[in-house]
């Protein structure tokens, strides 16, 4: 294939970089090259492309469209060439290369160690973890940051693949001295009469309780809002309310006396925990490997899910 427009790989570099970073300084300070040779190689490339890449307003610098068209580009093709990187890699029988994945907040109890034993099959590969909130989870994946995503709630407004791997069953915790704590079959609606704890806007948690309660039209009255679970068991534990938790983030509790699992009539929710990842991506040697992986090993999770989390409060009479 020919094209008209001269190029050097170098210089899409640095196009990249100054366009992910809107700044020349910030762009050679990553690169550790000097100003000057950003500007000379960005100013190269728009006469290779023949129109201007960058426009300044004030003191900021913004893609012209012809700007934004190469950083689509950009992404397409360094895609392409780490996926040939890993590839070659891979044909030399050698697994090599960065996973990166980014998990919500409540996937942190789990994903840790499923990829401790898979560093240690595969010790040429680096892995870049993100966790953050479903919305930063969401952002990142519109913009095709990282390899894989794992989440509760796949988004519905992008085009992804999506696959279940494991069980993510929520449950309602209480203070262990609750007293419904130990009561058999409670009734869902006697839940309407609790405050709630809940999880901050956005929350796969908090979508999936919501969506369940509004189901049997239950409207939970919530107390208060807190960004991350150990926040929520702390203040349940403290008495200041239930709360609607995954049980993975229940796993390895160093609260078991203070903290209890309501039987709630239709819980535990059952749902599941989804590798996501843009339509069309085409995944790298390395994240297919930890695709399979997780495929093939999210059972060891499971099991310990049968295991009961908390210390069972003592039965009582309805
Ligand atoms: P989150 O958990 O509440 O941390 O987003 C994900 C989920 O269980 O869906």
New binding site residues.
Partial sequence: MKTSVRFTWNQLRIFEAVARLSSHTRAAAELHVVQPTISAQIKQLSTAVGMPLFEQIGKKIFLTPAGNELQASCAELFDAWSRFEMKAADLKGVKTGTLRVTI???AKYFIPRLLGPFCRLYPGVDVALEVV??DQAIERLAANRDDLYI???PPDTLPTERHPFLE?PLVVIAPHDHPLAGCRRIELRRLAEEAFIA?EPG????I?AEKFLASHRIKPRNRMQLGNNEAVKWTVAAGLGVAVI?RHALMLEPMHDRLAILDVQGFPIRRSWYVVYPAGKRLSVVAQTFFDYLKREAFTIQEELAAPPLRRAQKKPR
């Avoid at 929350?203 to 908090?206: C, D, I, L």
Wanted: glycine residues 12%.
């Fill in positions: 919500v907040t409540t909130n479903r989440m509760g709630v993510n999880r929350s796969g948690t908090r999936a995954s």
